[in-house]
């Protein structure tokens, strides 16, 4: 069989490709990467998320920043808007989501010992849930939150999410 | 049209990361003599090398997003603020703690207790003298934090830094010092990673030529 070339999404970017091809986030802690696919055109797309939200107020004032991929709610936006101009439907759109992790427990106490503050990869799978569904694009599989990083695959030939770990776990979405 | 913003990564220049290099070199010094105290053995140094890098070119300089190291991780409190990141590879972490506490490792993907907590002491123990040779010299007082231990890939360990730092800016400055010992069966790899609101403060106080006062990125 042919072995198909992955394309690296790095942090804070956002790629896509059309099938055959395999779109690779390696090493995801508390950020969350979001696949988004149109199993017709099997066109998918992933994006590597690092922070929730862009400012509301500088986003009202048009200020943007240098590089929108990393906020979940300007990335989303773009990335639907990409796999619509190159031909997805918008009601076709499905999406997977893995990440999320909390990779320093002792920073984050143990939630039965009182209230604590959410930690950083729930804020960011909570903003990644609140934009999906603003966006219209349903939620069709996740693997978020635990302690352990995460290396994802999207296969643009079926839209299967890959997940790895370290300890060499594998499960599909 | 409104003037662009100029971060103070825009302003840094070869003099600024010169004067950082030298400060952390001193800092380090002091780290390595520390933990050849601890362990009984010399502990050799490379020359601190700064990087200007964007945030996703960190993982990289860190020895790969996918590579599976120990990171132990210490926040940078005090008149500055930062984040301190050790990592040592997989054997090296092995060789280590079987020095530190005379028992093997158990599991190629566990760490135990006592191992975990062994190598949070080395890095409270690096923190320590490199924080305080650092704030000697710069006279700024700086405390390390709890150090904070993961065992997993070393994208995933710098990710939380990375988001912190995100907030701010698209770039950062990486300190990274190699360090050996036992011929090179122990290499460990520390890194600071300044605030970047904390960058000015550290340049101010190693007197070297001024920042322009700018708007925030």
């Known amino acids: 069989m042919m072995q198909t070339p992955a394309i690296k999404v790095r942090i804070a970017e956002c790629k896509i490709a059309r099938a055959p091809a395999l779109l690779k986030s390696y090493g995801l802690g508390s950020c969350v990467g979001v696949a988004l696919y149109d199993p017709q055109t099997r066109i998918g797309g992933l994006a590597h998320i690092l922070l929730p939200a862009w400012s509301k107020a500088k986003k009202r004032a048009g200020d943007l920043p240098r590089n929108p991929m990393k906020y979940a709610d300007l990335a989303l936006e773009r990335l639907q808007e990409h796999l619509i101009e190159e031909g997805c439907a918008q009601e076709r759109l499905e999406a997977k989501i893995a990440g999320g992790a909390n990779m320093f427990s002792s920073l984050f106490p143990n939630p039965s010992q009182g209230p604590v503050k959410p930690t950083i990869g729930d804020r960011n799978v909570r903003a990644v849930k609140e934009n999906l569904k603003r966006l219209g694009i349903p939620l069709r599989g996740e693997d978020v939150g635990g302690e352990e990083g995460r290396t994802l695959e999207l296969d643009t030939s079926t839209g299967a999410l890959r997940i790895t770990t370290s300890r060499g776990l594998s499960r599909v979405l | ?217």
């Open chain 2, 1 to 217: 049209m409104a003037k662009p913003k100029l971060s103070i990564m825009d302003q840094l220049r070869d003099v600024h990361l010169d004067a950082l290099q030298e400060i952390c070199n001193i800092g380090m010094g002091h780290a390595a003599t520390a933990l050849s105290q601890m362990i009984g053995k010399t502990v050799n140094l490379n020359v601190p090398k700064v990087t200007l890098a964007g945030l996703d070119q960190v993982p990289d300089i860190i020895g790969g997003a996918e590579q599976v190291v120990v990171g132990i991780y210490l926040q940078v409190w005090g008149d500055f603020r930062g984040n301190l990141l050790l990592i040592f590879p997989r054997d090296s972490a092995q060789n280590l703690n079987a020095l530190l506490t005379g028992q093997p490792a158990t599991s190629e993907l566990i760490l135990s207790e006592i191992h975990a907590s062994a190598l949070k002491e080395v890095a409270n123990i690096l923190a320590g003298a490199y924080l305080g040779a650092m704030g000697n010299l710069l006279g700024l007082s700086l405390l390390p934090s709890v150090p904070s231990l993961a065992f997993d890939m070393a994208g995933a360990i710098v990710d939380y830094i990375l988001i912190e730092l995100g907030q701010e800016s698209d770039l950062t400055l990486v300190v990274e010092t190699q360090f050996f010992g036992m011929g090179s069966t122990i290499r460990g790899h520390f890194f600071l990673l300044p605030d970047p609101n904390s960058l000015k403060l550290i340049l101010e106080a190693s007197r070297v030529e001024p920042l322009i006062r700018s708007g925030r990125d």
